[in-house]
């Protein structure tokens, strides 16, 4: 399984971007996904996860109600969703996999990361 994180960029304060999660090599739906961040200095930080059949998510406190994550199995992608993006947000962001057959937990497989930056 490889994983290929894209959608990141420089947005304004308030504005949105979705990352998109791109797994090659393996059938995604096998996977339970999470993303990740992490900012300059900082150690990385759980965001959110998804299991295999997307019907089960999960959200760290801080991005509750701005960050959504989906899946479309289907495409073999995951999808983080990020509305009223605040500077604070700015990271590198990373999706991880869980082993196959898993669910949210553990995370064994990570892509290299994209660059959100949140400025004005």
């Known amino acids: ?4 994180e894209s959608g990141g960029g420089l947005v304004q304060p308030g ?3 979705r990352l998109t999660c791109t797994a ?3 059938t995604l739906a096998y996977y339970a996904i999470a ?4 900012a300059p200095g ?5 965001i959110s996860c998804i299991s295999r059949q997307g019907g089960i998510t999960y959200y760290t406190d801080s991005q509750k109600g701005r ?12 999808y983080l969703q990020m509305d009223s993006l605040k500077p604070e947000d700015t990271a590198v962001y ?6 196959a057959s898993w669910e949210c ?4 497989t990570w892509g290299l990361g994209t660059q959100v930056t949140v400025s004005s």
């Open 35 to 38: 993303w990740f961040r992490q």
């Open 94 to 99: 990373y999706c991880a996999a869980a082993p």
């Open 67 to 78: 960050f959504t994550i989906s899946r479309d199995n289907s495409k073999n992608v995951v």
């Open 42 to 46: 900082k150690e990385r930080e759980g």
């Open 105 to 108: 937990g553990q995370f064994d």
């Open 1 to 4: 399984l490889l994983l290929d």
């Open 15 to 17: 504005g949105s971007l």
């Open 24 to 26: 090659s090599g393996s």
